[in-house]
């Protein structure tokens, strides 16, 4: 797991509040991702970066704003959160994205756990 | 279209014994097959993946999965599970060759009791 680092761990925050996850990956890795885990529902993909680009977006409301300033660094910028977007929330790297990479490992960190009160 | 399915949320077994967590697969095309663990208050961890060639892959921590073309199916399986083995287990699925992403089944409780 040292591979993906996310901070922080754990994070509360109000409804009001604005809040930053961090994900950085030391594997040299050229694309990644966000992932939203809630209980009992399967990994919903929430963005996907490329060489700092982002290729998707999963109809992901707009009060969660990723930022990708290079290729070793990801952020999830949240504001006006509601209770529902309580999870765990997983950052992942793979080597490349697209088609030719379809066989790519996805690389996780350990998550945040986020609880919107 | 790609799906993943896996037909067990729950599986127990006693610690010593062989375990099977199933996986059943739709994809149009060939799929590239993978297998998750997830321990408590942690992030995925990669177990193993088929690509092609050997139907029978072995990976991590003593887990091997068999593809299985015609029954559509990915099972991960272990001689001889431990208690250690406890943990949620996430199969996925991508065509060969395709850009959409990595879609996950929703996951497996492992139980292995001592």
């Known amino acids: 797991e040292t591979g993906v680092t996310q901070t922080p761990r754990h994070l509360v925050m109000g409804m009001t509040n604005k809040k930053s996850l961090k994900c950085e990956q030391h594997?040299?890795?050229?694309?990644m991702y966000w992932y939203k885990q809630s209980a009992k529902k399967p990994l919903e993909l929430m963005f996907v970066?490329?060489?700092?680009?982002?290729?998707e977006n999963n109809s992901v409301p707009s009060r969660f704003s990723p930022e990708c300033p290079n290729s070793s660094h990801l952020f999830l910028h949240l504001h006006t959160l509601q209770p529902e977007d309580s999870a765990l929330y997983l950052c992942?790297?793979?080597?490349?994205?697209?088609?030719?990479?379809?066989?790519?490992?996805?690389?996780f960190g350990p998550g945040t756990r986020l609880t919107v009160l | 279209a790609q799906s993943v399915a896996q037909p067990e949320d729950q599986v127990n077994v006693a610690e010593g014994n062989p375990l099977t967590v199933k996986c059943t697969y739709s994809v149009s095309g060939n799929p590239y097959l993978f297998w998750y663990v997830q321990y408590p208050n942690r992030g995925l961890q990669f177990l193993l993946k088929?690509?092609?060639?050997?139907?029978l892959v072995k990976g991590s921590y003593g887990f091997e999965a068999e593809f299985n073309k015609s029954q559509t199916s990915f099972h991960l399986k272990k001689p001889s599970a431990l208690v250690s083995d406890s943990a949620l287990y996430f199969c996925a699925v991508r065509v060969s060759g395709s850009a959409r992403q990595l879609t996950f089944g929703s996951g497996t409780q492992l139980t292995v009791l001592p």
């Open positions: 970066y490329s060489l700092e680009e982002r290729v």
């Open positions: 594997l040299g890795h050229n694309a």
């Open positions: 088929y690509i092609t060639g050997d139907n």
């Open positions: 992942a790297s793979s080597p490349g994205q697209g088609a030719a990479y379809s066989a790519d490992t996805q690389y």
